[in-house]
């Protein structure tokens, strides 16, 4: 993975970048056997498995962000087009609040709702979201192993993207390798109310305890999956994990919430990605 590919995509003055590096590169001694240990943990749960399943956002790919909404106010910033992010999130509400009976909604739906003149973002917003998601290099460990082991990898997103724009993404980031794929906004059934996996279950034709599914969203990911039988294991986020072991990097965050700023957001994201990359090579 490029740490610095998100330079020339940020206005950060390069002094401010250098400073974030170095007031966040540090971790405890202890975090590499913590990190080992969990590795070990969840090898032990393949190992048991038939099936790996794996969420998309925040798991095997990563966005530069602290909030998923940030990628819209990056959008507006680099475009110059003022009150798209406020106007993008409204149109998905609107979109959701339109269509109270269904699970999920999709890519397209959401820009027919939304006004007229942001309509010709509409691809931009996938070009931007296949530039700037990549690999997490953590999960590309935990998805090889897998893969060694001839495992049946599944694919399980709840998201509004389209099917082909997350396939890119996934290629783009060397997790192209996969049996099987369930993306929310197609399917129309989610992990957050357990359909997906109920849907899964009966697809692949395997008991629930033969299924194992990582994901970072402790309802969606965790507790719907064991809900049905499932083996889960709960991934934190990198930045959740940054933050618990660099308590300057929750405080800056914590203190730049203004939703317009997202230059904060995104040179904690990139740091925490930093951070990790040399825990994993110590």
């Known amino acids: 993975m490029a740490v610095f590919f998100f330079a020339p995509l940020i206005r950060v003055k390069g002094w401010e970048y250098l400073i974030a590096c170095r007031l966040f590169e540090s971790h405890p001694p202890d975090l590499k056997g913590y990190i080992t240990m969990f590795f070990e943990k969840i090898k032990k749960h393949i190992d048991n498995a038939s099936a790996v399943s794996f969420d998309v956002f925040d798991t095997l790919l990563l966005r530069p962000y602290a909030k998923p909404i940030d990628v819209f106010y990056h959008i507006e910033n680099q475009t110059g087009e003022f009150g798209f ?55 590309k460990r935990v998805w090889d192993y897998a893969k060694s082991k001839n495992k049946k990898i599944i694919i399980a997103s709840d998201m509004y993207l389209p099917v082909n724009v997350i396939k890119k993404a996934l290629i783009k980031n060397e997790f192209a390798d996969y049996d099987y794929l369930y993306v929310s906004g197609e399917l129309a059934k989610t992990k957050h109310f357990g359909t997906m996996y109920e849907h899964i279950i009966s697809d692949i034709n395997l008991k629930s305890s033969k299924i194992l599914h990582i994901g970072d969203n402790y309802h969606s990911d965790y507790k719907r999956a064991k809900k049905l039988g499932i083996k889960a294991v709960h991934y934190e986020q990198i930045l959740q994990q940054f933050q618990k072991h660099n308590p300057r990097a929750k ?8 939703p317009s700023d997202i230059g904060t957001g995104i040179i904690l994201s990139v740091s925490a990605w930093r951070w990790k990359k040399n825990v994993w090579e110590l």
């Open 251 to 258: 405080k800056l965050l914590d203190t730049s919430r203004i």
């Open 85 to 139: 992010a406020t106007e993008r999130i409204a149109a998905e509400m609107r979109t959701r609040e339109k269509n109270p009976g269904r699970e999920d909604i999709n890519f397209d739906e959401i820009y027919d709702e939304i006004d007229d003149k942001f309509k010709h973002l509409k691809q931009t917003e996938i070009d931007w979201e296949l530039q700037v998601l990549n690999q997490n290099p953590e999960m």
